[in-house]
Each structure stands twice: as C-alpha cells, then as structure tokens.
C-alpha cells in the first residue's frame, strides 16, 4: 500500500509562483513513476507532468511546459512541482499519483494510488 500526502496549495496571483509537495511512503521506491494530474471544476483530470523515480527523466504537458518543474527528493521519498509564470487557467485541484513500474504514462487510469489533492487557486 502507498500512502500519497500533497501539500503547498493556495491562493496567487496571476505571473506568482508556488510549490507543491508530494511526500510517499509504504514502499522503497526505486523504479516506479510519480506523476501530478489536475482537475478543474466541470472538467476532466488532465496531466500535468511525470518524473521516473530512478533516473529522474521527465515528461510535461503542453500547457505547462517551460513554467512547471517536477523533480523528486530520494532521501525524502518526495515528488515536488514547482510552478512559475501561474495563470488562472492553471486553477484546479493539483493531485500526486504512482504507478508501478519504469513506464511513464500521461493516463489517469493507469496510475495505482493518489493523494487526496492540494487546491490551487490563481487570481487575474
């Protein structure tokens, strides 16, 4: 069983910056893939970016690349997604995901545990 804990949500304005965390446990990680999904009210769950916890290799969506950064802590057992350059598009409910094994993928329904979601809120 993984146990996924998200933090960092909140309110920013439009052009801010935040940080969210995901700390993991129940499990030595070491060739599983951590991903960030979000999900906006009326919409779907959308990927957002995914990190290969052995060799750290990424993956973004289109819409947040270049202003998102996912990177993970081994020591910490901690997946991050460090978010500039927000926009009020980018309001939603941000949530941490696993799944087994080396293979990334950008589906939801792929992915065997998630935490509970961080709300975050950007402001124009």
């Known amino acids: 069983q993984v146990q996924l804990v998200e933090s960092g949500g909140g309110l920013v304005q439009a052009g801010g910056s935040l940080r969210l965390s995901c700390a993991a446990s129940?499990?030595?990680?070491?060739?599983?893939?951590m991903a960030w999904f979000r999900q906006a009210p009326g919409k779907e769950r959308e990927f957002v970016a995914v990190i290969t916890w052995s060799g750290g290799d990424t993956i973004y969506a289109d819409s947040v690349k270049g202003r998102f950064t996912i990177s993970r802590d081994i020591a910490k057992n901690t997946v991050y997604l460090q978010m500039n350059s927000l926009k009020p598009e980018d309001t939603a409910v941000y949530y941490c995901?696993?799944?087994?094994?080396?293979?990334?993928?950008?589906?939801?329904?792929?992915?065997?545990?998630w935490g509970q979601g961080t709300q975050v809120t950007v402001s124009s």
């Open positions: 129940g499990r030595t990680f070491r060739s599983d893939v």
């Open positions: 995901a696993f799944r087994y094994g080396s293979r990334w993928s950008s589906l939801s329904y792929e992915y065997n545990y």
